[in-house]
């Protein structure tokens, strides 16, 4: 457990180091700078970000990137955020988190049998990040798969992790859906709509959908 810990440690020292993509590190750091009107008197974190969860975890959420001023503010994934509304809610009604919201650093929100990642560890402009941006992270997430030892589920959020992830694990010929499952391994991997407000106000993502993905994902946990 302590072995792992340290691998954490010095992964996620790395992560919030990086620059291997100048364009994302100078646009955080610009965001972090400019902020936006409602959190002008917040000091925003403006470096990349780790992902963050229990270490003994089953479930791994793959997100996107970070929100500009979600993530990028507060210093953690979909914290303070509409889609991080979203996550925290279905995850505590899950029984995956503490609380059903994540607002800021040390708001008591933690996970449980759950951890939290994303493709991109910066947040890039209009939530679009280059291939070669993808590719300079997927490192990071390699390394997340290998010390988290016990991960079972992989929830994806949005085509881009999910083509990620498929990447990663070497799953070919296969294309995003909603609610797609597949088994690889010793991993059960399922797609879902990414929580945006582009798809939750337009309906294209609807609460039930959603809630429905956990739901599954707990009930093949609990078949061991």
């Not at 280059?130 to 994806?156: D, G, H, M, P, T």
């Amino acid at each position: 457990m302590m072995k792992q810990q340290q691998r954490l440690y010095k992964l996620n020292k790395k992560i919030t180091r990086c620059k291997k993509c100048p364009r994302l590190a100078s646009y955080i750091r610009t965001v972090a700078k400019k902020k936006v009107k409602r959190f002008s008197d917040q000091k925003y974190w403006g470096r990349p970000l780790t992902g963050f969860g229990d270490f003994n975890a089953e479930l791994l959420l793959v997100g996107l990137a970070p929100a500009a001023h979600g993530g990028n503010r507060t210093g953690r994934m979909f914290t303070g955020d509409s889609s991080g509304d979203w996550v925290a809610r279905v995850l505590y009604e899950n029984g995956f988190a503490t609380k059903p919201t994540s607002e800021k650093l040390a708001d008591g929100f933690s996970l449980i049998n759950a951890y939290v990642t994303a493709s991109v560890r910066c947040a890039p402009p209009q939530n679009k990040p280059l291939k070669e941006e993808l590719a300079n992270c997927s490192s990071y997430l390699k390394e997340e798969l290998f010390i988290l030892k016990r991960i079972r589920i992989i929830i994806c959020f949005g085509k881009i992790a999910f083509d990620s992830c498929c990447k990663l694990l070497q799953i070919n010929d296969t294309k995003f859906s909603h609610g797609k499952i597949i088994s690889h391994g010793k991993f059960v991997i399922i797609s879902t709509y990414h929580p945006s407000r582009q798809n939750t106000q337009t309906g294209r993502l609807r609460w039930e959908q959603w809630s429905d993905i956990f739901s599954k994902a707990k009930n093949i946990l609990d078949e061991k």
